[in-house]
Every structure is written in C-alpha cells, then in structure tokens.
C-alpha cells in the first residue's frame, strides 16, 4: 500500500494506492492502512479503481 497525502491549507487531500478498491471500504474500515487514513480526516480520497473520490459522511 502506498498513499500521497497533499495539504494545501485545509483538510488534507489522500491518493491511495492499494490501501482500497472501492469507497465503501472506509465507511467500516477493517485494516490499519484505512485507519490510518481515516485518521487523516481527508477531505477527499482519491482511489486507483474509482472515478470520483471518496468523502467522509458529515454528520
């Protein structure tokens, strides 16, 4: 797994690659690679295998 994490001033932007297929595997993540970016608190992740990022939900 390898991730690009771009701070440009706001909440960060990730580039995965690896760490995920598809956005639903960071609504419940099982691994500590997710966790690790969840933990970022991205505003967008953008996914090898996806055409639009992933968002976290906002409550």
Not at 29 to 57: I, K, M, N, S, Y
């Amino acid at each position: 797994m390898q991730v690009v994490v771009v701070e440009a001033g706001g909440r960060p932007v990730v580039v995965g690659g690896d760490v995920a297929v598809w956005h639903g595997e960071f609504d419940e993540p099982p691994t500590e690679g997710r966790l690790r970016v969840r933990a970022l608190d991205p505003e967008l992740v953008w996914l090898a295998h996806e055409h639009e990022p992933w968002r976290p939900r906002t409550a």
